[in-house]
């Protein structure tokens, strides 16, 4: 064991002494820091892109229909168009906005015109307005009353709630749920990939430069492949506490130093944006700040983030051993192609059926998937928001430790051996005469 941990200590020092490593435990923390404020910033910053909009609406059918907002501003004019482009070059106005006298009753086109990229949330305020108006004048053409038809539409709030065995409810949500299971994992797709790869090019290295020849002199190759696996293994998990650390740090810092009054006015101005770009959202008040505490008080993070930290240490170390193998059985990494794939398909395979187990998270495929080590690590991670009974927790979390010994025992009978092999094509057939050596 103390060579283990000796090699375990080389391991992990020599690779978070690495300029790799330090510069991306920084920069990914301000990537995903910024993720978060940059929206802030720029949803404060609205009002300076203030736009101020001629209207030449030919049909008469719009006008006054347009509501001033901070960083809308609509002039109706009656000049010719072409003059009042020339006034939209010179600055005078920043956008044009116009209506043609249709060929038939009813005005469906209109056209924008800017020196400068028209934003997105402007051209769609001004088509939902024409939109709305157009509807309401052929209603009242038709002997319909607008307001009947917008009384008749109801929103229904469905409210799910889930039984526990104790038969107490406690609120669900779906959409929450599902994009924390896959973004979950699809973060330990990556981090198992990303990690078990840098042990396979770590032993192609050493078998390369023969280093391994003096390693294996004292040490046993079982031994110093645990050790590097077990080594990365640390690695791998400094940097994402680093990560988590470090963002929900930078974040703090901006919160502390940004000025309060900002953020409330940042997220009004973005609110009020996206209810007048999107009508369905007019209901939007107060319900929906306590709807996203609802949601935050739904969500397990104790279970989620320690299932999280045991699913990415445990598919790690399953996979890496695998990885490890490959690495001593070729020469270069452009050989470790053919391996690849038979090791990494029911990976990719459990990440692609990830998509259709969040409908069906309680259902026969979910649960065995979830039990077989080769695919738990990615699968069980989308079943565990939407609530997993204990013992199947258990039960996969002990199966995913027998996968790992077991994966370790069988790359252990190759790695011995493929270790000092050198200039030799390895096929499958050879690599069974390893294992039974």
């Not at 009054?261 to 770009?277: H, K, L």
């Amino acid at each position: 064991m103390n060579k283990i941990g000796l090699i375990l200590q080389r391991e992990y020092l020599t690779r978070v002494k690495k300029t790799s490593f330090i510069v991306m435990t920084f920069l990914g923390p301000i990537l995903m820091a910024a993720l978060m404020i940059v929206p802030i910033i720029l949803a404060s910053l609205d009002n300076v892109g203030k736009k101020n909009i001629a209207v030449i609406d030919e049909t008469n059918w719009f006008l006054g229909r347009f509501e001033n907002a901070d960083n809308m501003q609509f002039h109706y004019v009656f000049e010719s168009v072409d003059s009042v482009k020339s006034q939209v070059l010179n600055g005078k106005y920043d956008l044009l906005l116009y209506v043609p006298q249709p060929t038939l009753n009813v005005p469906v086109n209109a056209e924008i015109y800017s020196n400068r990229q028209i934003p997105m949330t402007t051209a769609s305020y001004i088509s939902n307005t024409m939109s709305k108006e157009v509807e309401t004048k052929k209603l009242l053409a038709s002997g319909i009353d607008p307001n009947i038809i917008k009384s008749a539409k109801t929103a229904i709030n469905l409210v799910t709630f889930r039984l526990d065995e104790d038969g107490a409810s406690k609120k669900s949500f779906t959409a929450v749920n599902v994009a924390l299971g896959l973004v979950s994992s699809i973060l330990i797709y990556f981090f198992i990939f990303i990690f078990g790869s840098q042990v396979m090019r770590g032993v192609i290295e050493e078998k390369t430069s023969r280093i391994v020849e003096v390693i294996v002199s004292s040490v046993r190759p079982f031994e110093l492949m645990l050790g590097k696996i077990t080594g990365i293994a640390l690695v791998g998990l400094t940097q994402f506490l680093l990560w988590v650390i470090l963002t929900a740090g930078i974040y703090g810092l901006f919160t502390l130093f940004y000025n309060p009054a900002q953020i409330p006015e940042a997220q009004m101005n973005a609110g009020a944006m996206m209810q007048q770009t999107n009508p369905v959202m007019d209901g939007m008040n107060q319900e929906a700040v306590l709807k996203v505490f609802e949601v935050v008080e739904a969500i397990n993070f104790k279970v989620i983030i320690l299932s999280f930290l045991f699913y990415f240490i445990g598919g790690y170390l399953l996979y890496a051993a695998l990885f490890a193998a490959i690495g001593s059985a070729v020469d270069s990494e452009a050989d470790t192609q053919q391996f690849m794939l038979p090791v990494s398909l029911p990976l990719i395979l459990g990440l692609v059926i990830s998509n259709f187990i969040v409908n069906n998270p309680d259902g026969a495929l979910a649960f065995w998937l979830s039990i077989i080590p080769f695919t738990s690590p990615v699968v069980m991670m989308v079943r565990i928001p939407f609530g997993v009974p204990y013992d199947e927790l258990i039960l996969s979390m002990s199966l995913l430790i027998v996968g790992f010994l077991f994966t370790t025992w069988f790359a252990g009978k190759i790695y011995r051996t493929g270790i000092l092999m050198y200039g030799k094509k390895v096929t499958y057939r050879e690599l069974w005469k390893w294992m039974k050596y």
